[in-house]
């Protein structure tokens, strides 16, 4: 009995193990199988995502102003296609046509690629990829320049939106128990949909020519083993493990939502940051233009030098407001931001916001309706901030009033409150964006919004400061039909 258990235990333990490596490699198979899949339909829609860029490239290539030598038309296709974050044009000689500056390591590795390129490249309008330092990769295309002749041109991809754009949608729901994640040359995740800590490599495939240096690799979580496997079918713990199973599921439900929201909030203070920015760098760049202009005794006519000490004016104001909106959101973010409510007219603060706007009314070519009901009662408020709130709502109509050219002021008492409005005749705001728009960095996500500057905490200062001062503030809006934001104030602090 003792030698037939033995000899059964032996025999068992083998079969076992020779199960265990069958089923390991018939596991490693499917997997090999699953991440070549992936590969596939990563590549394919980086080609697609690719081939749409590519088309308004050559579109941009072809525009008369850049034929001109005016860049123009490049510098708005890169604004419109974020999935390439630089880019640079060629020509056949050699000349860099696009960016108008460039530094000498630029120009030297623009130099080593050409020289790899075969002359047959140019005339088929062929393409391929490249690692380039750091591992980052880059496109390179042939382009038809028309008079310019044949161009090349060198696209870095951002990493940001080739995770967002292709890995994400290309890989999303594949993983199963699995875990799929991009490495680059120094293995790094660039992708990974879970986390991938006490994670398993089961394999990595080469993503070929489309990515190169760039792998897929598959990760099995800890305990979820062939081997494991076959030691919970043996069903002694099989309630244990369908017990962990929920637990697991629960805690990567949470973990899941808890790194959404993290990264959610983390690309908001990304676009933040870049349309600050931009923002800041805009009215700089004209007040720098046009001083220089001043500067060099350039200006023909005295009417010239009035209209260009305006520039910097209005400029120099619309700085000033975008660096006291950041300044108070910061205070607001830090709890430190403080109002003295004193019982004043309303009237003083809307002339005094007009008056500040009436230069870009009159450059912009706007219309502006004012209407101020006579004796309105004084209310407690801070000038200084409700002028602030009020020149925020002016400044977003006048930036989403889109053909119109109409802004429309109207203050009066409606009972107990004091009611400002400001209304446009713009692209109007969806019905399910009405509360959304007053969450911190959030901007509307259509293409009529997105070429517009913005920071996306205006409309976050204007709620704050008027439920500061006890009150409100209210949206009308449909799309195409424009918006008209109402800001209540009581005429009484309660409390």
């Known amino acids: 009995m003792l030698l037939a258990s033995a000899i ?148 870095r991809l951002s990493e940001q939106e080739l995770r967002r754009g292709v890995l994400e949608k290309a890989l999303a729901g594949l993983e199963g128990q699995s875990v799929l994640a991009v490495l680059d040359a120094s293995d790094r995740p660039v992708y990974a949909a879970r986390p991938l800590d006490r994670a398993e490599r089961v394999l990595t495939v080469p993503f070929g020519d489309a990515l190169p240096t760039w792998r897929l690799a598959l990760y099995e979580p800890e305990g979820l083993s062939p081997r494991s496997a076959v030691r919970r079918q043996a069903g002694l713990f099989a309630a244990v493990f369908v017990l962990l199973l929920g637990v697991i599921g629960v805690g990567l439900a949470a973990s899941y939502r808890l790194v959404r929201r993290e990264s959610e909030m983390a690309r908001l203070k990304s676009d933040f940051v870049a349309n600050v920015s931009h923002d800041l760098k805009t009215p700089l760049a004209l007040i720098r233009m046009y001083a220089e202009t001043l500067e060099m005794n350039r200006v023909p006519s005295e ?96 930036k989403y009033s889109g053909e119109s050219r109409r802004v429309e002021i109207r203050a009066g008492r409606a009972g107990d409150e004091v009611r400002i409005e400001v209304a446009d005749d713009g692209i109007g705001i969806p019905a399910p964006e009405h509360t959304r728009i007053f969450e911190k960095f959030y901007r509307i996500g259509s293409s009529d919004t997105q070429g517009r500057r913005g920071s996306g905490v205006g409309l976050t200062l204007v709620k704050h400061i008027v439920e500061a001062h006890g009150g409100r503030v209210s949206v009308q809006s449909r799309p195409g039909e424009g918006s008209r934001f109402t800001l209540h104030l009581p005429l009484t602090m309660n409390g």
């Open 8 to 155: 059964l235990a032996v025999l068992a333990t083998l079969s076992l193990r020779r199960w265990e490596a069958s089923a390991q490699r018939h596991v490693h198979e499917q997997a090999r199988d699953m991440a070549t899949m992936c590969v596939e339909k990563v590549e394919t829609a980086l080609v697609k995502t690719e081939d749409e860029g590519l088309v308004g490239l050559r579109r941009a290539v072809l525009d008369p102003e850049f034929t001109a030598g005016r860049p123009h038309s490049i510098q708005a296709w890169l604004h419109a296609t974020p999935f390439f974050e630089s880019a640079y044009i060629v020509n056949r000689g050699g000349g860099v046509l696009y960016p108008p500056r460039w530094s000498p390591e630029e120009g030297a590795t623009l130099a080593a690629l050409r020289a790899e390129i075969p002359p047959g490249f140019w005339d088929r309008e062929s393409r391929r990829h490249v690692s380039l330092g750091g591992g980052d990769v880059a496109l390179i295309a042939a382009l038809p320049g028309g008079s310019l002749g044949p161009l090349l041109a060198v696209l």
């Open 303 to 398: 009417a010239n030098r009035r209209e260009y000490y305006g520039v910097i004016t209005r400029e120099s104001e619309r700085l000033s407001r975008l660096i006291d909106n950041v300044l108070d959101f910061s205070r607001i973010e830090s709890g430190a931001q403080r109002y003295t409510l004193v019982r004043r007219h309303v009237e003083p603060v809307i002339h005094e916001v007009v008056d500040a706007f009436r230069h870009p009314f009159a450059q912009a070519g706007f219309k502006l309706e004012l209407s101020v009901e006579p004796d309105l009662p004084e209310i407690p408020l801070d000038a200084e901030a409700l002028a602030q709130a009020l020149a925020n709502l002016v400044d977003n109509a006048m």
